[in-house]
């Protein structure tokens, strides 16, 4: 059976970007795929966490990836810093990465423009990434719009190291959609929408109460004309907003440009509203149904399983690198 590896950072609240570009394609693969879902905590710690924080939100996000219906039978769930070989695989192909290629990654620019001073792990963080993914000999990483580059980068890295030390690696694709890879903000839709943010607005979270997810659609950024139509060159905003509309009901985007065709967009901005608080509901109820003590229990399992994949692939790394 094909490999299928993908994570979310525990960086703050998963919101349906994160669902809508990545974790919902999760629920469909895990019955054709031997999948690794994982709670990325060390990335999260690129950027100052608060440590009871993001502890908490470790198991929020593990409590989330059950509540939208990944079944611990079909797949191995799991939180990163509990199996050991990620951080020890990530050095080593840190010393296989070259620092003009990290420099050239783009999330790095964005996210350490204007800041005094940032982490070295945020300059490293693809390389943690890498091994993640190549742990698991992973064939396929489903992932949204904005981890091409680094998928690209964990190919050339695993391409580097079979080149010279002979096959190892199982050279991952990348699985982005074709639409909806790329939710924008509600408050800036120039910028894609995100957890790190530091406008609450510009996301609707998984765990937002319906009248919060209300406020924030009613609030989203348009612009300055009337007509409803897909143009994200002048009307990102309203694109954004058909884009979620058609993405949560299964509606093709054109039978939703059609549907609203004429209409203001008050009524585009209330019907939304009413579709994602339909969906995120089943999806709050899912969650609110979990233990805690469930809920890390299945992390136990599934870091036992996912260990065991590791440290295999890791011994076989070492070994061939001379250690
Ligand atoms: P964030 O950028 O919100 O902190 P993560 O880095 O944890 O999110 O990303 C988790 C997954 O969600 C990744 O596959 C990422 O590509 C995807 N993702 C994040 N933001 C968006 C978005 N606005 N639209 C679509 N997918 C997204
Ligand atoms: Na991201």
């Known amino acids: 059976m094909k490999r299928v590896f993908s994570g979310v950072q525990p960086s703050g609240d998963i919101h349906i970007g994160n669902y809508l570009g990545a974790m919902r394609q999760f629920v469909a693969l895990q019955e054709d795929y031997e999948c690794f879902f994982c709670v990325v905590d060390l990335h999260a710690l690129t950027v100052p966490q608060d440590p009871i924080k993001l502890k908490e939100n470790t198991i929020e996000l593990a409590g989330l990836y059950l509540a939208i219906g990944l079944d611990p039978k079909k797949v191995n769930l799991f939180v990163q810093s509990h199996v050991s070989a990620h951080a020890e695989l990530a050095w080593l192909l840190q010393c296989m990465t070259y620092f003009g290629e990290l420099s050239r990654m783009t999330q790095f620019k964005e996210k350490s423009k204007g800041k005094e001073t940032v982490s070295v792990g945020l300059f490293t963080y693809p390389d943690l990434m890498a091994a993640d993914i190549l742990l698991y000999n992973t064939h396929y990483v489903p992932v949204g719009e904005d981890q091409k580059q680094h998928l690209e980068l964990t190919r050339d890295i695993a391409q580097r190291f079979n080149n010279r030390f002979g096959k190892t690696f199982v050279v991952p694709e990348p699985m982005i959609l ?146």
């Open 178 to 323: 074709k639409f909806g890879a790329r939710i924008m903000s509600l408050t800036d839709p120039t910028k894609k929408m995100s957890k790190s943010d530091s406008d609450p607005n510009n996301r609707i979270n998984l765990l937002d109460e319906p009248s919060v997810i209300k406020k924030k659609i009613m609030r989203a950024v348009t612009d300055s004309e009337t007509e409803i139509r897909l143009d994200w060159e002048n009307k990102p905003g309203v694109s954004n907003l058909l884009t979620i509309y058609s993405l949560f009901t299964g509606m093709e985007i054109e039978e939703v440009v059609n549907k609203f065709k004429g209409q203001g967009y008050g009524t585009l901005k209330k019907e939304l509203a009413e579709v994602v608080i339909d969906k995120l509901t089943v999806i709050q109820k899912n969650y609110k149904d979990l233990s805690r003590d469930y809920v890390l229990k299945v992390l136990k399992e599934g870091a036992e399983r996912a260990q065991a994949v590791a440290e295999k692939t890791l011994k076989e790394v070492k070994e061939k690198m001379g250690l």
